[in-house]
């Protein structure tokens, strides 16, 4: 094994746990960000809905739980720590108890499957942000690739939609719409990352093994302005322009984008998208995110065993081959587009 590297790292967004977490966690979030003070107020009343708690801290505890007990059955020797971009446990602070145990060099994994910005760059300028504050005893934080196409994310996707899609009516299978969900973003950050490819490779790779073809791409939980151009088309548009046709009596929502079930597939999905299904008279199945399905969590130790044993088998899925470990300089680059001031 590579002696090089000496620890584990979750890297993820974070979430609050009370009610009086809400509104700093989203400050938090969208510092500097071209956002509408009053869609931060809209967002805060989704996180009041379930009491002020986002489950993704919880999720990442039984992640992370659940990576620990997979490494110890393997014989992978590696401390596991986690840090967040917005809430505690913040990067910053672990990065710290990284340093203070002696940690030299890590590999991290992010709680996101794609290339982009927000989900990739911006996640690699947090920890070189907390190394800088950490000091000289920082250590090293290298990532693993994305994996939107490993099997230890698609094939556990494609069990957990084949066995959703079971509940549906055997004579209405084939009218089935299969709509796989993903976190919109800027067209302008979508302009130098390769998102859309890969979320169309993943759900690919997933309907191929269903054995679906009456399926698409749609997005949701856009956050900027009107006025700013986001990847679409929403699901609830979707949704609205499906049943106004009369022709569809089932949908089946895949949210192939995320990897567990946060709240934006809590609000967006379970509550807006399930309401506006029911107003409609459509039939709407949810598909579970992976979680800590077992393929998944061994996919993680996995794609850790690729670098601490420099293997040259890197398992991918499709025709995009796998993704590089180092990311070039100019990876996922994204310059917010600010609003001329008569749309501000």
């Known amino acids: 094994m590579n002696p090089d590297y000496d620890a584990f790292l979750l890297v993820s967004f974070g979430g609050p746990e ?28 989704h996180y009041q809905h379930f009491g002020g708690v986002s489950p993704i ?9 659940a990576v620990r007990d997979d490494f110890a059955q393997h014989g992978v020797d590696l401390p596991t720590y986690w840090g967040n971009r917005n809430w505690h446990p913040l990067l910053t602070d672990t990065v710290q108890q990284m340093a203070d145990a002696g940690v030299k060099r890590a590999l991290a994994f992010f709680t996101s499957a794609y290339s982009c910005y927000s989900g990739c760059r911006q996640y690699r300028e947090d920890i070189a942000r907390a190394r800088e504050q950490v000091g000289s005893g920082a250590p090293q934080i290298d990532k693993v ?36 969900t993903a976190h919109s973003i800027p067209d302008a ?12 490779e993943a759900c690919r790779l997933v309907a191929d093994r269903v054995g679906v073809s009456n399926c698409q791409l749609v997005y949701q939980s856009r956050s900027g302005p009107p006025s700013q151009p986001w990847l679409e088309p929403d699901v609830c548009d979707v949704i609205r322009e499906l049943s106004a046709n009369g022709d569809v009596e089932d949908v089946v929502i ?48 996995e794609l850790v065993l690729e670098r601490l044993e420099e293997r040259d088998e890197r398992p ?25 001031a008569a749309e501000r």
């Open 18 to 45: 009370g009610p009086d977490e809400v509104l700093p966690f989203l400050e938090n979030v969208l510092r500097g960000k071209n956002v509408p003070r009053e869609r931060m107020l809209e967002v805060a009343e």
């Open 189 to 200: 950050m979508a302009e130098n990352c390769r998102y859309e490819a890969q979320l169309r």
């Open 254 to 301: 895949v949210p192939i984008g995320f990897i567990s079930d946060h709240m934006e597939v809590l609000f967006d999905l379970d509550t807006e998208a399930k309401e506006l299904c029911i107003e409609r008279g459509v039939n709407m199945i949810r598909v579970p995110t992976v979680g800590v399905h077992p393929r998944f969590v061994a996919m993680i130790r």
């Open 145 to 180: 690739r994305v994996f939107f196409n490993h099997p230890g994310f698609i094939e556990p996707m494609a069990e957990q939609t084949r066995s959703a899609m079971k509940s549906i009516d055997a004579n209405r299978w084939e009218a089935a719409r299969v709509l796989f």
């Open 57 to 65: 801290n919880e999720q990442n505890r039984q992640l992370l739980a």
């Open 316 to 340: 991918a899925l499709g025709s995009l081959g796998p993704s590089h470990d180092v990311c070039p300089a100019d990876c996922c680059l994204y310059t917010p587009r600010r609003p001329a």
